[in-house]
């Protein structure tokens, strides 16, 4: 891998996290048309530490809330705790039973087209329910139903290219919240699901490149000329990811203070497209259905 491309990864990881546009999909076509093919799936969950980092800094006012409540100092923030608790149980569950099944779709980008596609429809449900919503209830009036809804579909998507954030937000809408209590609880539920998920994908990759040892073949490095090293690649990748991630979490953040999630969910049903052809037809089928002779 060169650095240009441990950059490009991290730019795309850190906008596209926190977006409702799933980022394993993009970091999935990224690679593909950069490399020919995925990467570990190990290296992008270590992208997700730099947007962990963004996610840390970006509501520290609320974490340390919910550190408060959980040493008993902070009604609200212990109340908080306990609903991001309950939901990390179904996304653990799930995550845990699909794992396979995402690593397999890696290398199968007409399973992230098909879910880029379901994003899609649920952001315009989403974003028509909450236009038409005038008894949506805001974060203080989640409940525990809510916490396990929206860990359940976390743990189910996430992986596959349904975005965590478009579908948590979603489901947060559909279940009765307002938009921007939805997008509130879905970003405090990245910090422990992309923490979790960090430790427990990249432990190996971290042990390897600490200790200088070969990479396994499950986790090795596309070799081309002039590449930097995994260990440089991981550092600039992760680095990148927090700087663009911070940035897209205002954006996201303000666009969800009012019904505009519209826009994103075309955008996701013109990329779900494209990735359904390329990872059924190929190149040369989308050149066909164009008309366009392949050289």
Known sequence: MQLWHAILLGLVQGL????????????????????GRGMPLA???LLHVGTLVALSIYFRKELVRVVMGMLGKDAEGRRLAYLLFLAMIPTIAFGLITRHAKEWSKQHMWVYGFFLLLTAWMLFRANAKAATADSARDLEAATPRDALIVGSIQGLGGGFGLSRSGSTISMGVFGGLSLPASARFSFLLGIPTILGAAVFETKNLMKALITHQ?????MAFPQLSGGVSPAVA???????????????????????RSPRLNGFAFYCLCVG???????????????????????
């Not at 999935?28 to 048309?33: N, P």
């Not at 070969?214 to 499950?218: S, T």
């Not at 497209?273 to 050289?295: P, Q």
């Open 16 to 35: 596209t996290e926190f977006l409702p546009v799933s980022s394993t999909a993009h970091l999935t076509l990224t690679e593909h048309l950069l490399l």
């Open 43 to 45: 290296f992008d969950v």
């Open 214 to 218: 070969p990479l396994a073949a499950e």
């Open 234 to 256: 991981c550092t600039v990748g992760v680095v990148v990811s927090a700087i663009s991630g911070y940035l897209a979490i205002g954006m996201l953040d303000r666009f969800t």
């Open 273 to 295: 497209t494209l990735m359904l052809i390329l990872g059924t037809v190929g190149v040369d089928g989308l050149y066909s259905l164009g008309g366009i002779a392949h050289r």
